[in-house]
């Protein structure tokens, strides 16, 4: 086949093929049965691939972009589409991501593909869990910018307060006794009932508290609370699971359909995203007071090339022109808007390669005006 979808970043296609390579991506729109939009956009960045293989002189150059072409003809691709596309071509084969994170639209032919979209996708903090829960019963889900699934928990555990109470949850009861002698009966609680329901919730949540902490110390993933206002303050009050979020979805789980648990939850995920960024910002402007961090470009090639840099945070939508030496590091800048190269792309992918993190950051957000900056590890 011309063209095959993947998931796994990075991929041997990427080593595998000699260039001119070819990249394609555009933001693309959810949920619509017959998408011609996209397709259309597709299309245009066709257009704006073919002109520069003319432009270029490029040999085969309607072998090397076939498989993008026979992209456009399968309406499939559009009709499961997220919140972007991402193709790569070279030597008459293609592979193409459909990513969450929407993508700025671009058709370049280059000396290497144009990476940085995918490096935004999968680096960021997709997964997560929900936990939904009331006085009755509850529920775990594990999500990302797509999908919210049920959690299968094991048959032998107990997911309501029934089950875990038994016949022991708390009554008024209610007792009578006669006093100085008379046959006058007086009516006495054992407790207030508020403070006897609060026994029985605190019982129960500590149960779901357990099972939820167990699930997220595998998974190693932040988890949303999804219940009552009354409900959040009293579970936070006694959890003991450090990957459960401050703030969670304070609505009762009874009233929300999946679709409206799952919008609920990807708009908290996404103010969580931002608080990340906000932490990593800072985390950056610390670590370069210590001297930990770094925004000049060659001394960033260089800690990456040690294998130094733990997090490198690259400008959204932001271009350096031009390319890094492989062994010396050195960088050479393009003259003039040399469409066929980026440095930025260039330096992500070997931090990338030695293990570090890359993190895409829109230009509100970013803490230098160099389009890179990094945290080292030492």
């Excluded at 002109?51 to 072409?69: F, Q």
């Excluded at 829960?133 to 299968?152: A, E, P, Q, T």
């Excluded at 509100?364 to 590890?377: H, Y």
């Amino acid at each position: 086949m011309l063209y095959e979808r993947v998931e796994d970043f990075p991929h041997p296609f990427f080593d595998d093929v000699e260039g001119p390579f070819l990249s394609l991506c555009l933001p693309t729109r959810r949920g619509l049965a017959d998408n011609d939009k996209d397709a259309i956009h597709f299309k245009n960045l066709l257009k704006v691939l073919r002109d520069g293989l003319k432009k270029h002189d490029v040999k085969e150059r309607d072998s090397l972009i076939a498989p993008l072409e026979a992209m456009l003809e399968d309406r499939g691709i559009f009709k499961n589409a997220r919140d972007g596309l991402c193709a790569y071509a070279a030597q008459g084969r293609a592979i193409y991501y459909v990513v969450s994170v929407e993508p700025l639209p671009h058709a370049e032919i280059g000396d290497r593909f144009r990476i940085t979209p995918l490096l935004r996708h999968f680096g960021a903090k997709k997964d997560y869990h929900a936990l939904t829960v009331s006085r009755s019963s509850f529920s775990l889900y594990r999500g990302d910018m797509d999908l919210l699934d049920r959690v299968i928990l094991p048959e032998n555990v107990k997911t309501t307060m029934t089950e875990v109470l038994g016949e022991e949850t708390t009554q008024n009861t209610l007792v009578h006794a006669s006093y100085g002698g008379t046959s006058q009966a007086m009516v006495h609680g054992h407790s207030d009932r508020k403070e006897e329901i609060d026994k029985d919730t605190k019982r129960f949540f500590t149960h779901v508290d357990k099972v939820a902490t167990s699930v997220s110390k595998k998974a190693r993933i932040p988890m949303v609370l999804v219940a009552l206002p009354e409900h959040q303050s009293f579970f936070k009050s006694h959890t003991k699971n450090s990957y459960l979020l401050t703030e969670g979805v304070k609505k009762s789980p009874a009233g929300m359909d999946d679709k409206s648990l799952q919008s609920h939850l990807e708009k908290r995920m996404e103010t969580y995203r931002g608080e990340l960024l906000d932490e990593l910002v800072e985390t950056f402007e610390k670590s370069r007071a210590r001297g930990q961090a770094e925004q000049d470009p060659q001394t960033i090639v260089k800690a990456a090339l040690g294998g130094r840099v733990r997090t490198l945070m690259i400008e959204a939508g932001r271009r350096i022109p031009g390319t890094v030496d492989k062994e010396s590091g050195r960088i050479t800048y393009a003259q003039g808007d040399d469409e066929r190269s980026d440095i930025l792309d260039d330096i992500a992918l070997k931090v990338h390669e030695q293990g570090g993190e890359v993190v895409v950051i829109d230009k509100a957000r970013f803490p230098t005006d160099s389009a890179m900056a990094a945290i080292l590890r030492y």
